[in-house]
């Protein structure tokens, strides 16, 4: 189905409206409806007067404590009812948050607290003890602060923020191989919270969701709009939030009506066959570039979105209908309100409309720049030349892009090597920077391969150290310690040296393609020795881009992770007829141990049958579970 969206996709500024922070919102809609849904999470869940409490006796606590505007909140704390009131609870005592999520690295997490010079951080029991040694002051809500919490005033905090104080940090990838902190302030927020609500008319009958990662950008644009605006957001458990099959499910359960889903998990659902009629009335994606456009029998409208970091989650969106051509892809949409896009030649020109340059943005949604790097900031956050603002400033993305002729925005890829890995924004030279403190390896570098189902996955090549054998699982292992597992190369190529450009830079274009023969492993190869094991390899092969894969070859140590999992299960139902869960996969993620559970699962079916249902499946004139086999 292609439904235009309601609102405007353009260039066109918004009518100004009163500046008004963030949290400030939120108590207005707690004033107006004290005993609608807020939010909900399973079996617990807490009204918009509940919401309003809870934030306001913590903001009290954080503020005796000596929060207070522009200072710096670190939060760690699992995706739940919680963490939610907390994030509030640090806007409302005048702090800008730190979002920190607890599954990554212990390092990574410490280096953010550091780099960011955060003063406190609130976090849980179980967790407190993985931060502990960092400079900042730990208030952990279940634990010693949860009495002194408790005992706090209900009524609103007083606290100086403005507009342009700041709201909420997000560490990103960086050029130089260090992370770094994006600095948005209220007023960029409101500026998306406002363009969202009027684009897709958000009201307090809305239910929406909340999947992302705390750590993602996305979480703030899935949290933000909707309880500012007195609409419920609704948070699936984990296992439900990454698998497209069970995620549909819900959605449908819950009778949602706005979701996000990153961009790979999107291109499942809406391939997925959905009813006629259903409450979900928008799909919004991002984060990837969008390779599928949806049917015209989609009950929903898929809306494309795109937008760094650095300029407050969305700078382009547009609704994305059933494929027109068939050579064309899906846009990235148009500028969103008070927002403006720029492609220019490498001497800041404008190009000529259709030709590619790169892409600027400027407008309302342009970040203060990195916390504590006025250098890195310089770089990247330039003076606005197309503004009559003298202190307008436009940010230099480093993607490429075109201008269509209707004025929709062309996504063509990166002027760097600056990469995007299941919704991940990510710097290479941050990956090759950790492996290069591994003293077996004495070069490296990691670029992007597009698998066969054209998803994207990190390769690493490297030059060992003389004289050291290399094992695969000893790479990944010394990655995970310090790296989310998203920017862990899927695989490793031994090379003797790397291929170089006459000016000594690392040829990339020269690099070898990964093959069965040049991909590091620990073991040598074992082919497959059943029917089974053959059909399994065949299916991890091909989603994991491999020439082949052999039968004791384990589906995460050659780059499997749970949305492929998915895929895989989906595959194994479709050749075997039978159902088996993602967790089968972390249970047995050999080829042969895979291949004995859907063996133990064929068996099982049949001795459930009758005799003469059994023959009647294994020998019908056409074929049956022996051909499939």
């Known amino acids: 189905m292609e439904n235009p969206l309601p609102g405007r996709f353009d260039?066109?500024?918004?009518?100004?409206?009163?500046?008004?922070?963030?949290?400030?919102?939120?108590?207005?809609?707690?004033?107006?409806?004290?005993?609608?849904?807020?939010?909900?999470?399973?079996?617990?869940?807490l009204t918009y007067l509940e919401l309003e409490a809870r934030a306001n006796r913590m903001a009290h606590h954080l503020r005796s404590l000596g929060v207070g505007s522009e200072v710096v909140v670190g939060l760690c704390v699992e995706r739940s009812i919680s963490q939610i009131v907390c994030a509030l609870a640090i806007l409302k005592a005048g702090g800008a948050y730190l979002p920190l999520d607890p599954s990554y690295p212990t390092e990574r997490l410490k280096f953010t607290l550091e780099d960011s010079q955060a003063p406190f951080l609130v976090t849980e029991d179980h967790?407190?003890?993985?931060?502990?040694?960092?400079?900042?002051?730990?208030?952990?809500?279940d634990g010693a602060d949860r009495v002194q919490i408790e005992y706090q005033r209900s009524e609103r905090p007083v606290n100086s923020s403005r507009p342009e104080s700041l709201a909420y940090v997000i560490y990103t990838s960086g050029s130089t191989g260090v992370p770094k902190g994006v600095a948005i302030s209220h007023q960029n927020l409101r500026n998306l919270i406002q363009w969202h609500q009027d684009t897709f008319q958000v009201t307090s009958k809305d239910r929406a969701t909340y999947l992302a990662g705390l750590g993602f950008d996305a979480s703030v644009w899935e949290l933000w709009p909707y309880i500012t605006a007195g609409a419920s957001l609704h948070l699936p458990e984990d296992s439900v939030r990454t698998d497209p099959e069970s995620l549909q499910r819900w959605l449908l359960r819950q009778e949602i009506t706005i979701s996000f889903a990153p961009t790979p998990l999107a291109e499942r659902l809406i391939t997925l066959s959905w009813p006629a009629r259903t409450s979900l009335r928008i799909l919004l994606t991002g984060g990837d570039v969008l390779h599928r456009f949806p049917s015209r029998e989609?009950?929903?409208?898929?809306?494309?979105?795109?937008?760094p970091t650095e300029c407050t989650v969305v700078a382009t969106s547009g609704p994305v209908g059933a494929r027109t051509e068939p050579a064309s892809r899906p846009t990235i949409g148009l500028p969103i309100a008070n927002t403006q896009i720029y492609i220019l030649d490498e001497n800041f020109e404008r190009v000529a409309d259709g030709a590619s340059g790169e892409l600027f943005i400027g407008g309302k949604g342009v970040g203060r720049g990195y916390l504590n790097h006025p250098e890195l900031t310089a770089e990247k956050f330039l003076p606005n030349p197309f503004d009559s603002n003298p202190d307008a400033?436009?940010?230099?993305?480093?993607?490429?892009?075109?201008?269509?002729?209707?004025?929709?925005?062309?996504?063509?890829?990166?002027?760097?090597?600056?990469?995007?890995?299941?919704?991940?924004?990510?710097?290479?030279?941050?990956?090759?920077?950790?492996l290069a403190e591994n003293p077996v390896i004495q070069q490296s570098v990691v670029v992007a391969r597009e698998l066969q189902d054209g998803e994207k996955s990190l390769i690493g090549y490297f030059v060992p150290a003389p004289g050291v054998r290399v094992r695969a699982s000893d790479l990944k292992s010394a990655l995970l310690k310090r790296l989310p597992d998203y920017m862990v190369p899927t695989a490793f190529v031994q090379l003797e040296s790397l291929p170089l450009t006459p000016s000594g830079k690392v040829d990339r274009t020269a690099l070898p393609p990964v093959t069965s023969t040049n991909t590091l492993t620990d073991n040598t190869y074992v082919a497959p020795r059943t029917a089974v094991e053959e059909r399994v390899a065949g299916i991890l092969a091909q989603l994991l881009g491999l020439e082949s894969v052999g039968a004791e070859d384990n589906f995460f140590m050659l780059g499997?992770?749970?949305?492929?999992?998915?895929?895989?299960?989906?595959?194994?139902?479709?050749?075997?007829?039978i159902e088996l869960s993602l967790r089968t996969i972390f249970e047995a993620p050999t080829v042969a141990e895979l291949a004995a559970r859907v063996e133990a699962s064929l068996i099982a079916r049949l001795e459930a049958m009758s005799e003469e249902e059994a023959q009647r499946i294994l020998e019908p004139p056409s074929g049956g579970l022996l051909q499939a086999i």
């Open 298 to 307: 989609l009950p929903f409208t898929l809306v494309n979105n795109y937008g």
């Open 560 to 577: 499997g992770h749970s949305l492929l999992g998915t895929q895989v299960i989906i595959r194994l139902r479709d050749i075997f007829g």
């Open 127 to 141: 967790l407190a003890e993985r931060l502990s040694g960092s400079n900042c002051r730990i208030i952990s809500v």
């Open 393 to 434: 400033r436009m940010y230099r993305t480093g993607d490429l892009a075109r201008f269509l002729r209707d004025g929709q925005v062309e996504f063509l890829g990166r002027v760097d090597d600056q990469i995007k890995i299941r919704g991940h924004r990510i710097e290479p030279n941050e990956i090759t920077s950790v």
């Open 11 to 45: 260039k066109m500024n918004t009518a100004e409206r009163k500046p008004e922070l963030i949290h400030e919102l939120v108590s207005e809609q707690a004033s107006r409806n004290p005993q609608a849904l807020a939010i909900s999470a399973g079996c617990k869940s």
